[in-house]
């Protein structure tokens, strides 16, 4: 648990002194079947150190060769951002030393990136219900591999500072890695984190349409980088910019932009400078702390990668795979907004909560979008809000939605019961049907067992039956919830009101 030694600004009084501006760069793994240049395989969660070679772990005389899955994919990444693809472009090695990078340099691109010049329209919902577009402008997109991973034992904070002994998996080093870079984001003020999150989770969700990664935040193969600066109000410009490395939720992009403004604006009002630097994000306290002074592109001495040979796409391969490219996104939302018949507002709190892809998926595999929307929007927004938990995260998927909806079309389950089975998905306990059996959920469909359970009611409450004897029908649900209790709400409460009513009749 890493506690916050900041002095922060309030939210409102950074906004009325400063205005922020943003940067993201979003680095997305690929789902290639071998690393970016050598034949490794890219399996995640393998056993440390079991897929690597000579060529990833930088050994003398070994020589990469570029995969061109890779290329393709970045391609394609570029395009569907609209970006301009280069005719020509190269790597470079970015030299710094860091142990998880075994050959003390990084194989990216610096100043020829295969994508560039692009932008995306952003759907940022609004606090008066409404959906506002934001354009977000794209720098580049380009090229690089990944680098290992570093584990920091002892200590209380998981990081080096203070650690016993550190391992290294290099496992991930030489995995594909497209790195996406925003231009400064100006002129959103108080909708800064807003816009931040819905970028991330527009963009994750348009780089799963295309195929090429799963995007899956936990597991790193998205990550976003949130570089922030505060400038006096009115005045236009840009401050010194922090860079928050390594977020890896949706909910955390948000609450780092948030943090980071009133930090900036805290010292900025005390007469204070920002220092340029790296910040740590803790997930557990919602704080960053200074992680190392950042360098600029100078310090890394680019220079041109001498073992690859440089990328020339021809324009047909380009226009080959403009024509494989998913719906605009922000055409797509507004189609399927008309078809699922959601009202403006009702859009709005599924895009908020990242729901739009889940509850796309959940209408895909069979359900309504009512359905959809109902147990994305209700249940499993509340666990997620409830546990700090992305909500694609909750280990419950749009085929588990689908069949407990099934569940409840068929009277086996009601939503009451319904609850219950989705307790026991967080908590990994099988399929809804196994969860179902294994926790006795069913609903009872036994006419002797529901007969018997009404007549007790009855005869437990006779000024109550008594009322209905009378033609007070709406005293019934006392009646019905009397059956209900006793049947551990696992009876079907129209068919309970239909054997009381029938029964006093």
Request: glycine content about 8%.
């Amino acid at each position: 648990m890493t506690a916050s030694t900041d002095t922060l600004l309030s939210f409102e009084e950074s906004l009325e002194k400063f205005d922020p501006a943003m940067g993201l760069e979003v680095h997305v793994e690929l789902n290639t079947n071998s690393k970016m240049f050598c034949g490794c395989p890219t399996e995640f969660g393998a056993e440390p150190n079991t897929q690597v070679c000579p060529t990833c772990l930088g050994l003398p005389g070994a020589m990469p060769v570029v995969n061109r899955v890779a290329v393709e994919s970045a391609m394609r990444i570029g395009l569907a951002l609209n970006c301009e693809i280069a005719e020509w472009c190269r790597f470079a090695r970015k030299n710094y030393f860091y142990p998880d990078m075994p050959k003390n340099f990084q194989t990216s691109q610096y100043d020829e990136p295969i994508a560039f010049d692009g932008w995306m329209d952003v759907n940022v919902p609004t606090e008066d219900g409404g959906i506002e577009v934001v354009r977000v402008e794209i720098e580049r997109a380009h090229m690089e591999e990944d680098t290992g991973k570093s584990l920091h034992v002892g200590g209380s904070t998981g990081r080096i500072h203070g650690a016993d002994y550190s391992l290294v998996d290099y496992n991930r080093a030489g995995i594909p890695l497209i790195e996406i870079v925003t231009r400064p984001i100006m002129g959103t003020r108080a909708n800064a984190p807003a816009v931040a999150k819905a970028y991330v989770a527009q963009l994750r969700e348009l780089i799963v349409a295309l195929g090429v990664s799963d995007a899956r935040m936990d597991q790193g193969s998205i990550r976003a980088d949130v570089n922030l600066s505060l400038a006096p109000a009115g005045s236009g410009g840009l401050g010194t910019r922090t860079e928050t490395k390594n977020v890896n939720s949706l909910r955390s992009v948000e609450r780092a932009v948030r943090y980071e403004m009133q930090r900036h604006a805290a010292i900025l009002d005390a007469g204070g400078s920002i220092l340029q630097e790296t910040r740590h994000w803790h997930e557990d306290t919602g704080v960053t702390t200074s992680g190392r002074v950042k360098s600029d592109a100078d310090d890394y001495r680019y220079f041109p990668e001498p073992d690859l040979v440089p990328v020339a796409p021809s324009r047909e391969w380009v226009e080959e795979l403009r024509g494989t490219l998913p719906e605009n996104p922000t055409e797509k939302r507004s189609r399927l907004q008309a078809e699922w018949g959601f009202s403006d507002l009702e859009m709005r709190d599924t895009i908020g909560a990242g729901a739009f892809g889940l509850v796309e998926q959940t209408i895909e595999a069979g359900a309504s979008p009512q359905a959809a929307r109902k147990w994305w929007l209700s249940e499993l927004a509340r666990r997620a809000n409830d546990t700090d938990t992305d909500i694609a995260e909750l280990g419950v998927t749009p085929a588990d939605v689908v069949a407990v909806q099934a569940l409840i079309d068929s009277g086996s389950l009601n939503d009451k019961l319904a609850r219950q089975v989705f307790e026991g998905l967080y908590a990994g306990e099988g399929t809804p049907a196994e969860i179902v059996a294994q926790r006795g959920l069913a609903i009872v469909s036994d006419e002797g067992a529901l007969s018997e359970a009404v007549d007790a009611a009855i005869a437990a409450n006779p000024d109550v039956a008594d009322k209905i004897r009378d033609g007070k029908v709406a005293a019934a649900g006392a009646l019905i919830g009397a059956v209900m209790k006793q049947m551990r709400g696992q009876a079907d409460a129209g068919r309970v009101r239909e054997l009381i009513l029938e029964k006093l009749s």
